[in-house]
């Protein structure tokens, strides 16, 4: 006769445990990528080193003239980013763009170049634009804040983001005197002034967030910092961290990005944002420096295996 084996009274708990990881989503995690030798190169690059979600420049960064992407390219992005399951597609929109900005003529083509920017974006069929708000010198924050809600009204206008997975994303910035975007306030105020005629959403800068001032590094500062997220711009607007690592101290201003764990941040920052169930639905994207072949995949596997670890006990 068989008998039948009663389970241990720690097996419930713990079945339900495995249960509860095998349900938990991947962490999508990746990097900021080149697309040398066509747009869709950038999907094959994410694949190669790890990574399933990517960041790209759709044209050059530094030019006001935009580049063409053809349509078969942009199929190719598509077909890509299916096989390999590369989700989502962030684009970075040109640092020449200022949509608060005072002179007429740098806001026009501020306006123009963002219209490119998400012309582009929707043709590779990417969930997300990146956008640094700009300058407001010369003018009052909040007259700053009304122009550049105005030029991404005006940028959009027309075209069929509605039909697509599509959001703006407002970057916070590393505290400048003059930046849009500065503090969590203005990132929230921007995002709400946007809400009634644009697909917004927020990107926070890990390393914009440290120099500006906020403290990601210790446990309790953490957390201080995520109530504050959570107030004045709400979690769920949240749809891209920026994994950086400083080079320069907390406080200080200058947007000098680190490889992880080897800045003023520290890893157990970039544990616990990983971790954080609050952030569970975004994705980690590093902008860190390529000072070496193979330092894309190295910060990305850095932060791979950050995730499912407990921050150390103090």
């Known amino acids: 006769m068989t008998v039948k084996k009663e389970p241990a009274k720690n097996e419930p708990a713990k079945n339900e445990e495995l249960k509860s990881e095998a349900a938990a989503p991947r ?46 390219h942009c199929a190719r992005m598509r077909e890509l980013r299916t096989r390999f399951d590369v989700s989502p597609l962030v684009i970075h929109a040109s640092y020449l763009i200022n949509v608060a900005a005072q002179s007429e003529d740098v806001w026009k083509n501020s306006v123009a ?12 069929g990417a969930e997300y634009l990146v956008l640094h708000p700009g300058s407001w010198r010369g003018m009052t924050r909040e007259a700053g804040l009304l122009r550049a809600a105005e030029a991404i009204e005006r940028a959009l206008d027309g075209l069929a983001w509605q039909e697509c997975d599509f959001r703006v994303l407002i970057e916070n910035t590393a505290g400048a005197e003059f930046s849009l975007g500065s503090n969590f306030d203005q990132v929230g105020e921007l995002v709400e002034h946007l809400r009634r005629f644009a697909p917004v959403g927020a990107c926070l800068d890990s390393c914009h ?18 109530q504050q997220i959570e107030k004045l711009i709400g979690l769920d607007t949240v749809q891209v961290w ?19 764990g080897e800045g003023t941040i520290g890893v157990a920052a970039f544990r616990r944002i990983l971790n954080d169930a609050r952030f569970r639905h975004c994705a980690f994207i590093a902008e860190t420096p390529v000072d070496e072949p193979g330092d894309d995949a190295r910060n990305v596997n850095v932060l791979k295996s950050l995730v499912g670890r407990a921050a150390p006990a103090k």
């Open 113 to 124: 170049a963002l219209r490119g920017e998400i012309e582009r974006a929707l043709a590779l």
């Open 27 to 72: 962490p999508r995690i990746g990097v900021h990528l080149s697309t040398a030798g066509g747009v869709f190169r950038a999907a094959e690059r994410a694949h190669e080193i790890g990574a399933n979600t990517f960041q790209i420049f759709s044209s050059s960064p530094r030019m006001w003239r935009p580049g063409k992407i053809s349509e078969d």
């Open 209 to 226: 967030c440290h120099v500006a001032g906020y403290d990601i590094v210790t446990s309790g500062g953490f957390e201080e910092t995520v």
């Open 242 to 260: 920026h994994m950086n690592d400083a080079k320069a101290p907390r406080g200080s201003k200058l947007d000098r990005h680190e490889h992880i």
